[in-house]
């Protein structure tokens, strides 16, 4: 997830999440951060002026990987129900995969600890721009309904977000069954026939 990042960045970034996980924004100190991760303090400001710099850049880089991961193989086909199909069934794989980047987003991308051009950079780089012009491509050709594609993919994501913390906090098993189910039913739920 942090392979972009030196030694020292890669550890304050995976100690930073770690930590977060575990506790809240409010408990993660840089004192912490330093002494968990083995990196000094003065080597971790020489790389992040702040907490919040450091909570950025672990949103970015997470958001990164997510939409690198959910868009593998996404342009090898034109057909818009295959691509559907698959950056949702990747949207699931991931979350399953990498359970602490999905609580980390989950829980921080309405922070006001996130920047808001940090924000923006989500929505429009990582997994839903691209989401949001198939969407409207689709809309355009009459396959989905004419509704605002970013109001629909966001839709899609919530539906997908509580199967999946369902899952993480183990109220069912989530199978290849239902997560067949849930990407048809997702389909159907905006399909113009």
């Not at 909570?55 to 086909?77: H, Q, S």
Request: proline share 3%; charged share 25%.
């Amino acid at each position: 997830m942090f392979e972009n990042y030196n030694k020292v960045q890669k550890a304050v970034l995976e100690t930073t999440l770690g930590i977060l996980i575990e506790k809240d924004l409010q408990a993660t100190s840089m004192s912490l951060i330093a002494k968990q991760s083995g990196v000094s303090t003065g080597n971790i400001y020489h790389y992040f002026s702040s907490k919040e710099s450091i909570i950025n850049e672990l949103y970015k880089a997470i958001v990164r990987f997510n939409g690198e991961f959910v868009l593998k193989g996404f342009y090898d086909t034109d057909d818009i129900r295959k691509r559907f199909e698959q950056a949702w069934e990747r949207y699931v794989r991931l979350s399953l995969e990498h359970p602490q980047g999905f609580r980390f987003i989950e829980q921080y991308s309405f922070s006001p600890y996130i920047y808001p051009e940090s924000k923006e950079e989500a929505y429009e780089g990582g997994w839903c721009g691209p989401m949001n012009k198939l969407y409207a491509e689709a809309i355009n050709q009459g396959l989905f309904v004419k509704e605002n594609p970013l109001a629909l993919v966001q839709m899609h994501s919530g539906s997908f977000v509580y199967l999946i913390k369902g899952h993480l906090q183990g109220r069912f098993q989530l199978t290849e069954e239902t997560i067949r189910t849930a990407i048809r039913s997702c389909w159907k739920s905006v399909c113009s026939e």
